[in-house]
């Protein structure tokens, strides 16, 4: 090519070609041509030098970039807008579902990507990056997003912040960071061990309003989850999230919000092994005292009310939980004290009625035995009534048959109940009337052995005579009168 531009301004008397001359000469305008492409392509091969990041930073960093104040924003047709801010969050763990705190953990990955054009630097010309990456996260202006539901949280800094600050060639910037949060998550228990929670995760701005401040949910994969996160809960299942918008409007304003909610399933099996399979052997182990003799009083009331003592226990009592783990035992001190019912109040309500109903049924049978028992006995009393034949008394007048006593003989017959009931009843009609019998008086004495047994069939006779015997006392007061009489004619003779 240097040859032929050398060639087409000299020839060999070193004299240029009249200008007439070369606009008419077709190779003069094609040789221009062809010099003008070289000078072009040649410029174009030469390599861009490299800006360097430090530069960059310099440029965006100047005087007039002051990081209080927001970015201006303007929408497609120029109009100034808020700023919008896409929020992405990548979920690493949930942990520590407290239910008397109502609180869980949630640690996460919190991203928030928005678009500030005075941090651009697409007008530099060089080869510049791509995007630049910051660990300052106080250099640049940030949301001041805060988190609503938010009990306790910390940054994670070991070894150095876990921040990542982002910015491309036209401005827009990301902005990532770690944290571990402790959320609190109102629970209603109304259904458990067989509930579902659903806990809340809030953010929103704190100072700025939707007049300057938007938040958005990314519109690709807004939540993420690391691998493992809905199998780590040892009580739950995570089987399904969900986003929202939870705008609020306050005395000072309208703030945006976004939501996403965790559905927590509870996994019922741990209950079925802590506290229904116990429970429910408790009650037939009480049940055992059924198939047991009505007689067998200790053991009956020892089954039943250690069986009571036991259910008692094992759900309400935090002290007295030996027998079980204290997982398992006092069941309800883990809970918060709601004022509704739950469903294990239900369950162990229902198992407790039937342990109790056990112990009554016990005491029912043995007041319903007694009662039978006392009315064969009056049924027998009645059949042997009072008369006044002398040959069935052992009260009665009796011959002398020898040298044998008359206490003896009395003694020899005092298995007859009812003339030892007609003497009772004289001895009530008797005080009835003001005369008190005194047996130890030497006039009105007794034989030892129908003193004796006077007090001994008292208790079991009095229920009788006084019901229907002291009726037939016309008939009982002559014949022991009479009885008494001839006992003492017989100690006169004797």
């Known amino acids: 090519m240097d040859v032929v531009i050398y060639n087409l301004f000299s020839n060999s008397n070193n004299s240029f070609i009249p200008a007439r001359s070369q606009a008419s000469h077709p190779t ?7 010099l003008l492409i070289s000078f072009i392509g040649g410029s174009s091969s030469q390599k861009q030098p490299k800006v360097n990041a430090d530069f960059i930073l310099q440029r965006m960093m100047n005087e007039s970039y002051d990081i209080r104040v927001r970015p201006p924003a303007t929408d497609e047709k120029g109009n100034t807008g808020p700023v919008d801010v896409d929020v992405n969050i990548f979920i690493r763990s949930l942990s520590n579902i407290d239910f008397v705190s109502m609180n869980y953990d949630l640690q996460i990955t919190f991203r928030e990507k928005w678009k500030d054009p005075r941090l651009s630097y697409d007008y530099i010309q060089g080869d510049v990056p791509a995007f630049i990456v910051m660990t300052d996260k106080d250099a640049i202006w940030r949301p001041d997003t805060f988190f609503q539901n938010e009990k306790r949280a910390h940054r994670h800094e070991i070894d150095k912040p876990n ?8 401005g827009s910037i990301l902005f990532s960071e770690r944290l571990t949060l402790t959320l609190s998550c109102p629970m209603h228990l109304a259904m458990f061990p067989l509930d579902v929670q659903h806990c809340h ?13 938007i938040y958005k949910w990314a519109k690709i994969a807004p939540i993420q989850f690391k691998v493992g996160v809905h199998d780590s809960l040892p009580s739950f299942t995570l089987d399904q999230h969900e986003t929202s918008v939870c705008t609020s409007k306050t005395n000072t304003g309208e ?25 429910t052997l408790l009650v037939i182990v009480s049940w055992v005292s059924f198939w047991l003799d009505r007689a067998a009083v200790p053991a009956r009331v020892t089954l039943g009310v250690t069986t009571l003592l ?13 027998w079980l783990e204290d997982e398992a035992a006092a069941i309800n001190n883990k809970l918060p004290p709601v004022s509704y019912i739950k469903a294990i109040d239900v369950w162990i309500g229902a198992c407790l009625i039937f342990i109790f109903a056990a112990v009554l049924e016990y005491a029912y049978v043995t007041y319903v035995a007694n009662q039978c028992d006392q009315r064969a006995l009056s049924a027998k009393m009645m059949s042997h009534s009072c008369s006044g034949e002398k040959s069935s008394s052992p009260l009665s007048p009796m011959e002398d048959s020898g040298p044998k006593r008359e206490e003896d003989n009395l003694l020899s017959h005092s298995h007859s109940i009812t003339n030892i009931d007609c003497f009772l009843c004289s001895m009530f009609h008797d ?21 004796c047994l006077q007090y001994s069939l008292l208790g079991r006779i009095l229920h009788e005579c006084t019901n229907f015997l002291i009726k037939d006392r016309e ?16 100690g006169r003779r004797s």
């Open 431 to 451: 005080i009835d009337e003001g005369k008190m019998i005194d047996t130890k008086s030497s006039k009105n004495r007794l034989p030892t052995g129908l003193h």
């Open 28 to 34: 003069m305008a094609y040789l221009l041509l062809c």
């Open 255 to 279: 703030y945006s919000c976004l939501r996403v909610t965790f559905r927590l399933a509870r996994q019922f099996s741990y209950y079925v092994v802590q506290v229904y399979i116990p429970s």
């Open 475 to 490: 008939i009982c007061v002559p014949m022991v009168r009479g009885s008494m009489n001839g006992t003492r004619r017989t």
């Open 201 to 213: 995760l809030d953010m929103a701005s704190y100072a700025y309003s939707t007049e300057d401040l």
């Open 310 to 322: 036991t259910m008692t226990t094992q759900c309400y009592d935090p002290f007295l939980t030996s």
């Open 163 to 170: 921040v990542l600050i982002r910015i491309e060639k036209d």
